[in-house]
C-alpha cells in the first residue's frame, strides 16, 4: 500500500512537472494560434483585430498567469476545447485513441510473430546459414525507412494484385499494412535482441544446472533460457509501445489512418495548443503506466529481482 | 503434415485477401449503385462547415454566393441582393425552392440563424462579415453591418458562410445542408460517406453516392488511383504526372491556381526603400525557370497579384530576367559597380532573406535568387523559419522573403488590397505605406459599383506593379488525376466546388 501510494505521489509529481515544461515551451515556441483562429490567409484583417483577439483570449498574459488558468481547469478534469474543432479536447483524444492503440497492439503482435521465431532460431543455430540470413534481415528491417516500405507495399498488395486496401480504417484488412509495415520495421530490432540475449542465457550457470538435472531441451528452453532473456526483450517492449504511440504518425499520413498522430501533426501546423497539451499529458500518463506496469513484470518474469526485492 | 495443409491454406489466405479488394462499386449486387470516391489532401477534423470547407467541397451545404469559373460571383442559395446604403445595409432574396436535407423548408429565418451561429463558432468569419443584425422576413434577410462594406456579397462566397440548420444538433458530424449530397457517416480524419438528397432545388445528383477520404502524402494518393481505391484524385506527386498522362484509364486535369508566390521586401530598410533596389531585385527573379524547373512545370508565370483572367488585373508589363537590367538598377539606386560586382560605400551588399519550409518550393526560389545574387557580389543570407507571419510581425532583422498566399479567394481584389497594402494589414509585415495607394484603396472599399471597383482595384494593382512593392514569380497550379470511368468532372479553380450534381461515372 506504501509503496503504491508512494508510487501515485511520483506520477502526480511527474505529470505536474510534465504540465509546466510542456505547457512553458509551447508558449514560448514559434507560432500564434489567433493568426490561424483568424484564418488571416483567407480573411482580411488587421494586426490591430489580431491583438485585440490575442487579449480576450488571455494570450498575452504573463506564462505563469496562463499556466495557473489551465492548471484550474485540469484539476476539474477539463483541458478545454481544440480551436480547430471547438470540441473538448478529451472527447477529441478519447476519440483518436482506440484506433492508435489497435495499430499499436497490432504492430507488436506482428512484430512478436516476426521476431520470437527468426531470433529464437538466430540464436540456436548460431554461425550457420540461418543466422546469416536473419541478420540480413534485421540489418534490412532497420535501414529501410518505414514510409518507403509502406509504399512498396501498397504498391505491391494494392496496385499489383489488389488484395489490400491502399488506405483508411474499417476493416481487418485496412489494418494489415500499416501493422505490417510498422511491424518489419521494428521486428528488425527485437531480432537481434532476441539472439544475443538467447545467448547469454544459454551460457549461464542455471542451464547448465537444469541440464544437469536432467530436464528436457524444450523445458530448459521455454521455462529457463526463454524466460530468462524475456527481461531486455520486455524493456525494449516498454519503450516501444511508447514510442510507438507518438510514432506512428508517419503511418498515419501514409495509409490514411486516423489515429492520435495524424490528430496532433494537424494541432501542431495550426498551433492548437489545448491538444498538443492534452496529448502530451495522455502520452505521459500512458507511458507511465506501462512501465509501471513492466516494472511489476520482472518480478515475475526474473525470480532474482523478487528476491532481491524481499530482502530489502 | 503442414505440407498436406499448405496449399488449402494459401488458397484460403488469398480468397480472403481478394475478398477485401476495393472493388465493390457494384455493392449489394445492384449495378444501378453510382458511386465514386475522392482523394483529397485536405484532413478534415471536423465536418462543421463553420470551421471547414469540407462540407462545402463536398456538395453537403452551400453558400448564399458563389464564384463561377469565369471568376466571377453569382447567385446560388440567394436569389438576388440589392443595398440601399452603399453597402451598409443589404437586403437578400433567399430561393423559394430549397429545402434543407432534413425537409425544412429554407428561409430568411433558416439563414439568419445560420449566420448567427457563424459568427458566434468562427472569428474569422465575425472579423470578416463585420455583421450588426439581421432582420428575417420570409425569404428576405436584412443584414447590417457594422460599416460599409461594399464587397460583402464577396465575402458570403466563403465556404465557412455555408448555411446549414441551425437547430439540427451534431453539426460537427452531420451538418444538415441544402446540397445534393446529405452526410451518411463521417469519420473525422479518414472519410466521409454522402448519399444523394433526392429533393435538391437544382435537380437530383447524378451518382447515388460518394466518398470523400483523405490522405496528406502524394504517392499513396497516386497509388490510391491507380489501385482503384479513389476515382478522383487531387494532387498527385508531381513527378508521377507524366506517367498518369500516358495511362488510357487515367485523365488529368491541371487549371493555374488563385495562389501567388511572391517575394516580400521589408520597406523600412534603407536599401530597399529605393525603388530602383527593389527592381534590381525584380530583374534577378527568373520567372521561367521557376515555373519550369522549382514548381516541375506546375506554375504559370506571374506578372502581378492576380490571375490575368479577373476581371480587375491591369495590363502588365512583362517581367524580364536580366543581370545587366539589374545591375543598372543597382547603379540608379546610387551603389557603386566594381569588376561586375555591387558596392555600397566601397563595400558587398548583403540582405537577409526569410522562407519557411511548408512550401517546399519557397526555399528552392530563395536559394536560386541568392545565386543570382551572388554573380553581382551581393550576398542573401537565407534563413529558413517557423512560422513566417509572426517572425515578419515581431522583428525587423529581415530583408527580403519568400512567401505564398490565395490573393483573390472570392474573386475580389480587396481581401489582398487591404490585407497586403494598408497599414496596419495582417499581411503587410514590410510596412507598405502609399498615400496613393491607401487612397485608392480606400475609394475601393467604399465603392459600391462593380465597374467602378475593378477600375480601382486595376490602377491599385498598377500602382503596386510600378512601385514594386512586391515581386510576384508565379501561380502554382491545382492538378488532379481521375479515372477515365469518371464523367462531367472538372477541377474547379477556386477548389471550393468539388463533388456537384453533375458529376456522374460511366458504370
Known amino acids: 500500500m506504501k509503496r503504491f501510494s508512494s508510487r501515485l505521489m511520483e506520477l502526480v509529481l511527474f505529470i505536474l512537472l510534465l504540465s509546466f515544461i510542456s505547457f512553458a515551451f509551447m508558449k514560448l515556441a514559434p507560432g500564434d494560434p489567433v493568426r490561424y483562429i483568424l484564418n488571416i490567409d483567407d480573411v482580411a484583417v488587421s494586426e490591430e483585430r489580431i491583438n485585440e483577439l490575442r487579449e480576450e483570449l488571455g494570450f498575452n498574459d504573463p506564462l505563469v498567469i496562463q499556466y495557473g488558468k489551465w492548471l484550474l481547469q485540469f484539476i476539474k478534469l477539463d483541458l478545454g476545447n481544440s480551436h480547430m474543432t471547438k470540441q473538448p479536447v478529451i472527447e477529441e483524444l478519447i476519440e483518436k485513441l482506440p484506433a492508435t492503440i489497435l495499430l499499436t497492439v497490432t504492430s507488436l503482435f506482428v512484430m512478436t510473430i516476426i521476431a520470437v521465431p527468426i531470433g529464437t532460431i538466430s540464436a540456436l543455430y548460431k554461425n550457420t546459414w540461418i543466422d546469416h540470413v536473419s541478420r540480413m534481415f534485421a540489418l534490412f528491417g532497420a535501414s529501410v525507412p518505414s514510409f518507403w516500405l509502406g509504399l512498396l507495399f501498397i504498391q505491391l498488395f494494392s496496385v499489383k494484385f489488389g488484395w489490400l486496401p491502399s488506405m483508411g480504417m474499417g476493416t481487418i484488412q485496412h489494418l494489415i499494412l500499416p501493422a505490417l509495415t510498422l511491424g518489419i520495421a521494428m521486428a528488425a530490432v527485437y531480432v537481434r535482441l532476441l539472439r544475443s540475449s538467447l545467448l547469454e542465457s544459454l551460457g549461464q550457470d542455471f542451464i547448465r544446472a537444469a541440464k544437469a538435472r536432467g530436464l528436457s531441451n524444450g523445458r530448459i528452453f521455454f521455462f529457463h533460457a526463454f524466460r530468462h532473456c524475456l527481461v531486455p526483450v520486455i524493456t525494449l517492449f516498454g519503450v516501444s509501445l511508447g514510442s510507438l504511440l507518438g510514432g506512428t504518425v508517419i503511418i498515419e499520413v501514409l495509409f490514411s489512418y486516423p489515429g492520435i498522430g495524424k490528430l496532433v501533426v494537424e494541432a501542431i501546423v495550426r498551433r492548437d495548443f489545448p491538444i498538443i497539451q492534452g496529448y502530451i499529458l495522455f502520452m505521459g500518463l500512458f507511458v507511465t503506466v506501462i512501465n509501471s506496469l513492466i516494472d511489476v513484470s520482472y518480478r515475475y518474469l526474473n525470480p532474482e529481482v523478487r528476491l532481491k526485492e524481499g530482502r530489502s | ?507
Not at chain 2, 138 to 147: A, D
Not at chain 2, 245 to 262: E, Q, V, Y
Not at chain 2, 331 to 342: D, I, S, T
Open chain 2, 1 to 507: 503434415m503442414l505440407k498436406k495443409y499448405s496449399l488449402p491454406l494459401i488458397l484460403l489466405l488469398s480468397l480472403g485477401l481478394s475478398a477485401c479488394s476495393s472493388n465493390a462499386k457494384e455493392d449489394d449486387g445492384n449495378p444501378k449503385v453510382k458511386e465514386l470516391t475522392f482523394l483529397s489532401n485536405f484532413p478534415s477534423e471536423t465536418l462543421d462547415p463553420h470551421l471547414n470547407y469540407t462540407a462545402v467541397r463536398a456538395g453537403v451545404n452551400e453558400t448564399l454566393v458563389k464564384i463561377n469559373e469565369e471568376m466571377e460571383i453569382e447567385p446560388w442559395l440567394a436569389e438576388s441582393w440589392t443595398t440601399t446604403d452603399k453597402g451598409h445595409t443589404w437586403n437578400f432574396k433567399i430561393r423559394n425552392n430549397v429545402t434543407f436535407q432534413n425537409g425544412e423548408k429554407l428561409d430568411a429565418e433558416a439563414v439568419k440563424k445560420s449566420l448567427e451561429r457563424n459568427i458566434e463558432v468562427s472569428e474569422a468569419m465575425k472579423t470578416a462579415l463585420n455583421i450588426k443584425e439581421m432582420k428575417a422576413d420570409g425569404q428576405q434577410l436584412k443584414i447590417v453591418t457594422n460599416e460599409p462594406l461594399p464587397h460583402f456579397p464577396s465575402e458570403l462566397v466563403h465556404p465557412n458562410t455555408a448555411i446549414l440548420d441551425a437547430d439540427e444538433k451534431d453539426i460537427e458530424e452531420k451538418p444538415v445542408g441544402t446540397g445534393p449530397f446529405k452526410t451518411a457517416s463521417f469519420s473525422p480524419g479518414n472519410k466521409l460517406e454522402l448519399e444523394r438528397y433526392d429533393a435538391y432545388w437544382a435537380g437530383k445528383a447524378k451518382l447515388s453516392k460518394a466518398t470523400f477520404t483523405f490522405n496528406e502524402d502524394a504517392n499513396a494518393r497516386t497509388l490510391a488511383l491507380q489501385s482503384g481505391d479513389a476515382d478522383i484524385v487531387y494532387r498527385p506527386s508531381i513527378e508521377s504526372m507524366e506517367s498518369l498522362k500516358n495511362d488510357s484509364s487515367i485523365k488529368t486535369d491541371i487549371a493555374p491556381s488563385f495562389r501567388t508566390h511572391l517575394l516580400m521586401y521589408n520597406t523600412k530598410d534603407e536599401n530597399l526603400k529605393n525603388l530602383h533596389v527593389r527592381k534590381a531585385f525584380d530583374y534577378l527573379i527568373d520567372r521561367e525557370e521557376v515555373a519550369s524547373s522549382v514548381m516541375a512545370g506546375q506554375a504559370e508565370r506571374a506578372e502581378g497579384p492576380f490571375l490575368s483572367a479577373f476581371p480587375f488585373t491591369p495590363s502588365y508589363d512583362k517581367k524580364e530576367f536580366s543581370i545587366e537590367k539589374a545591375m543598372k538598377h543597382f547603379e540608379h539606386a546610387g551603389f557603386q559597380l566594381k569588376n561586375g560586382k555591387v558596392l555600397k560605400n566601397g563595400k558587398p551588399l548583403s540582405f537577409k532573406l526569410l522562407t519557411y519550409s511548408y512550401r517546399p518550393e519557397l526555399p528552392l526560389m530563395a536559394q536560386m535568387l541568392q545565386s543570382e545574387a551572388k554573380q553581382l557580389g551581393i550576398t542573401i543570407e537565407i534563413q529558413q523559419v517557423e512560422n513566417i507571419d509572426e517572425y515578419m510581425a515581431k522583428k525587423e532583422d529581415w530583408d527580403l522573403a519568400t512567401y505564398s498566399l490565395i490573393t483573390s479567394p472570392r474573386g475580389d481584389a480587396s481581401f489582398f488590397l487591404n490585407t497586403a497594402y494598408m497599414e496596419g494589414g495582417a499581411i503587410n509585415p514590410g510596412s507598405i505605406n502609399n498615400q496613393e495607394l491607401t487612397s485608392k484603396i480606400t475609394e475601393l472599399n467604399r465603392t459600391l459599383n462593380e465597374e467602378q471597383r475593378n477600375k480601382l482595384a486595376k490602377e491599385a494593382v498598377s500602382l503596386i506593379d510600378k512601385n514594386r512593392f512586391h515581386s510576384f514569380i508565379v501561380h502554382p497550379n491545382n492538378f488532379a488525376a481521375y479515372s477515365d470511368d469518371v464523367l462531367n468532372w472538372k477541377l474547379s479553380k477556386s477548389e471550393y466546388y468539388i463533388l456537384t450534381k453533375d458529376v456522374d461515372v460511366k458504370k
